[in-house]
């Protein structure tokens, strides 16, 4: 196929050129050999949850319209869906987990190759927490929150405490109406399993409301904790550059791609690689040095805290290893194609797995242990500058570099909207609120290749920008959006329209912000309860003239995050329809009734600019509710106007 | 932010510390590191870095922790290509140059050339600061305008500082452009410079820009009750009460941006006749930041709308314009074309109530010659009778209305006017007559801003002029029988007669925890606000801040505490103040807003107490200045043996009655003594003390400047004090 069919992005057209001058295989050539891909599998309708199936129901109402436990295809499905959330919702909440610990031993131990990066936020975080700070040592606040943070996933009595303090509190009243107000993050995740299992419940909405539980966990929890305890320890991200997409490896240097999702070994990678001593190493087997870049999420983690580049998104994993000048590519979690295994066999390139979670054929195992972090990371750097001089045959770098500006966080928008004296948010809400910025969308998730590669997040982003929706981004959407440029500031002025195009000159930002990895997806939701505490656009987040999108979503998180998000109050449209279509009153309640439980629904839109037609009339929809669409006169304040100004 | 504006602020801000870095470390080498420095008589240090960071700069060395505070600041400069965000690294750059401004100008103050030169005033004190401080507390004047440069010519800077008067703003100026002023070119276009007619022209450098900025802080500090370092509070405060914004005439230069950054951080918008870049996203102001190439002729227009300043001009039918700023505008004899009273000749002014059928509403009446009938510099008499009548009118509002003529004149350009009653004396300028300005005027002035301010409690208004000799002095004595009959009245007036006080809460949008309790024997501490006026201004608008309380039970007579007035004083102040005694400076005493006019102090080892008036800026026996008295009196705390109070309370026989009355008065300026003498005289005689002798047992700055001298002092003279209880 026409490499220029599968991906938009310009590196991936040339190495896919290169793919099949060499004849090797990608996840594009193994979606065409899985076609026509499984009727029953797209439409939700397969239930194998018991070993009296597998069961399907018939769409086209011939055959059987139950299962033989007499699951009809509303059931099914439903199980199917939620069961989708308890992955995902597991999958960011055990990486949340996994933050934690690395946060309890670097707050018990000296020794430790962590420590608190950021005590300002971690006073905030602790105060959300109820936490004493006044007048207490920062090892003793940690240490509280460290408890209190990892009683959020197991605990057996009351409801998550983070979802309590942190969405505004007419969400938390919808929530409470509904009873889907999150009790513990593992909680709701095994609460899935149960109610999934043979012989549990049927009604499709009441295991909808456990999927909308959990996906809240994970949003408000899980992925929440991640990200504030991955600010506090590693630092958190500043507005920093970045370069983007395969031309950032190089051919001269020792290159490390790390690959995956968490920070917590990539972020001591990026830091023994400075070691003079590996450095020089490098240099004597003939490189110039070493060159530590990302792929996927890890790439996010790094990039927002240190700036360093990221080689690509979820689909050029397979690209950036067929390159030839990767010495290892060391990967911990998640988004990981077992295809790297066999394929890392055919170059020099080490593929090195470090999480027992996460082991692939084909690939050494160095198990990273949090207490010997930068030993092991040492010994790997070490490994890659040996395996520089196994390099075979040609190196195939495509020239193909851009910049961009990423590390916008829900607290430093105070900053960058007020400096020091005036930090607030409330230069945005005004610039909403007077139309200069219509609404807000999030455009995030991953690759997919039944749409061509980066060519719905970039189609939709731009579209966007140009009505004046302003865009942030996480996860490989953002990574999409960087190598296209849009991430630089000047893209303010050549995609936006004018009212938002002034916003960003205003505030020397790009029009659209890169708020992080897939678990920063948190960012987005602290972004918007902030927007509402400003004051201004309503009581809820379901008030905000903003939307969501995945427009090539592939992973079982996205549905989580998609899911948490509708459960937040936000209108989400994905490209591919969730796997629903064959059970018509699951659709109806996803993609409308829904939004009457919690002001937010489902839409599922394959063409990008159609979504982002969709998303901008919700967005107006919004304006018009919110009364903010009537065209106001000036208010001019005399006296008594101005006396009842508050000052606060 | 524009990118060009921010880095041109940036840069601009670099420039200015690396003066401020220059000028201190020259400061330091001549007058050495403990050198003290200030900013002449204030209570709040170098102001916008005191209410911004909560550094107290007392000497040079101080100065060294602030420029590590510019330098912390101070952000990198814009890069040409994929910067980073920069609104607020520019703000912060904004705020870094005013502080490193404010160090060039104090050690200006110490190794030259001194900021106060010629027409350039410098620092405004404490003592201007409360005094033009109420205007923006009580809404007289909206805002200021900080002119930065010089407009194209002088006519067209005497055009927008017309403009900006008559439309209550102060102007403050700074800066130069093309070798000139603002200030200069109006001096050349003999217009009147100084506090009095709100043209205050600080410096010709932008660094004096920071007198503006230190001024917004400084209020903030006095009547808003914010603390010293509560920057948020502080600029916010700004933004949403003092409504001032910048006009930039002239070429815009780095560090002219760098300064406008800062002001952005009050919200305060540049509004300039160049054609610079344009900030029209909103958020840090309320409205525009920037908005740049507009027509001299409409810039002030546009810079009220960009502010979002909404300013009610009285249209009137006069030659002249009226404003409040011209309230202060003198007339020399030279400029004078005829003056009336004063001595001179035979004049008066009264208002009287009649009865709705006896006025015919704007009916202007002149008996006599007009203006016209004498050659310029020349004298006339005058008799002005105001007659009004309104369903709500009282006769009790007489003298507050006509109190209300002094103010009404003197606000119209060409016109001036002091005294009262009979001892009334105007003038008219040249340009006035010039302009066509006649007798009826003034009636159709009264006439217009009568309905204007009193429209609710006044239906019909008319106003006779009189000029003919007889006819005033036959007038003037039915005038005088009046004025007796309500001297006789109000002096009479007690706070037993009333079972009505009333609150005054004016200043609650700047002090929000001060609530004053005005009585008969008690006026406002501002001076403004008698409980007659207080009355007048409930009935005028009975929704607004002076509200009438039906004191309840009496709890305590001495000290003057009632239940219902205790617990009108929890509920508006917001539950922080518990009790409030009408009577002590020791037991619950009131609190105070700001607006004083004196500060009451116990002098402990005296057994008495002094007062300082807001005028006398020199050391007091207790050790501080009026200024920073005023820092520990006022924000709405109750300090015991602290109040702030009017002139006229010390004058009240109910004057601090619970510590024994003004027996305890052992030191007052000599300025006070000379202002109250009159009436203090009289009361002293009442009480027993013996008059002139009492007055002469007091304390001033010429007998005694410490605590040690005053009980010196009074000893030798023999003053009561020594037979009273202690007060505490």
Redesign the interface.
Known sequence: MDPKQRSSDKAAQEMLKHVNETGLETAWDRFEQQEPQCGFGKLGLCCRNCSMGPCRIDPFEDGPQEGICGANADTIAARNLVRMIAAGAAAHSDHGRDIAHTFKMAVESDSCDYMIKDELKLREVAARYDIKIEGRETKEIAADLSDAVMAEFGKQEGTLVSAAAYPPPARQKVWEKLGVTPRSIDREIVEIMHRTHIGVGSDYKNLVKQGIRASLADGWGGSLIATELSDILFGSPWPIRFGANLGVLDEKQVNIVVHGHEPSLSDIIVAVSQEPELIKMSKDKGAEGINIVGMCCTANEILMRHGIPVAGNFLQQELALMTGAVEVMLVDVQCIMPALGSLSNCFHTKLITTSPKCKIAGAEHIEFEEDRAAEIARQIVKLAIENFANRQGKVKIPNVTEHGIAGFTTENIFYHLGGRFRASYRPLNDNIINGRIRGAAGVVGCNNPKQMHDYGHLTMIKELIKNDVLVVSTGCSAIAAGKAGLMRPEAAAKYCGKGLAEVCETVGIPPVLHVGSCVDNSRILTVLANVVAEGGLGEDISDLPVAGAAPEWMSEKAVSIGMYFVASGVFTVIAEPLPVLGAPNLTRYLTDEIEKDLGGKWAFERDPIKAAGMMIEHIESKRDALGINVEKERKLYDMEDRRALVVE | ???II?SAAIRGAHKIAKQAEDILSRAIKEKGKDCKVEFPNTGYYIPIIYS?TGIAVEKLADFEDVMKEIKD?LPGL?DD????????????A??ATLFAEEIIEACKYLIGPNPVDGIWLGAADDVILRERGIQFV??TA?GFAAVAGAAPDVETAVNIARKLQERCLYVFMSAHHNGTTFAEQLASGGVQLGWETRLVPFGREITSAIYSLGFASRAALSF?GVKAGD???N???NK??I?AFVLALGKVTDEWYATAAGAI?YGFPTIADSDIPE??????C??E?VVSNIPHSEIVEKA??VR?????VAKIDIPVAHSPAFEGERIRKEEMYCEFGGQKTVSFEWLRMREIGEVEDGKVEVEGPDVDSVEAGGKMPLGIVVEVAGRKMQTDFEPVLERQIHTFMNEAQGLWHMGQRDLNWVRISKDAAKAGFKLEHIGKLLHAMYHEQYSSILDKVQVKIYTDEKQVAALREQAHAVYAERDARLAGMTDEDVGTFYSCTLCQ?FAPNHVCIVSPERPGLCGAYSWLDCRAAYEIVPTGPNQPISKGNCIEPTIGQWDKINAFVLKTSGGNVERMSQYSMITDPMTSCGCFECISAVLPSTGGIMIVNREFAEMTPCGMKFSTLAGTVGGGNQTPGFIGHSKHYINSRKFIGAEGGIRRIVWMPTMLKEEIKDTFVRRAEEFGLGGEEFLARIADETTAATEEETLEFITKAGHPVSSLEPMF
């Open positions: 932010m524009s990118k921010a911004m600041l814009v290509e994929l910067w980073t965000p920069y609104l607020g690294p520019t703000l912060d904004g705020m009580d809404g909206p808003g920057y948020r509070r600029l916010l405060y949403n009460r409504f951080n900030i029209l996203p909103t958020g840090i309320t409205y930041h009220i709308e979002g300043l909404k300013i009610k949008s």
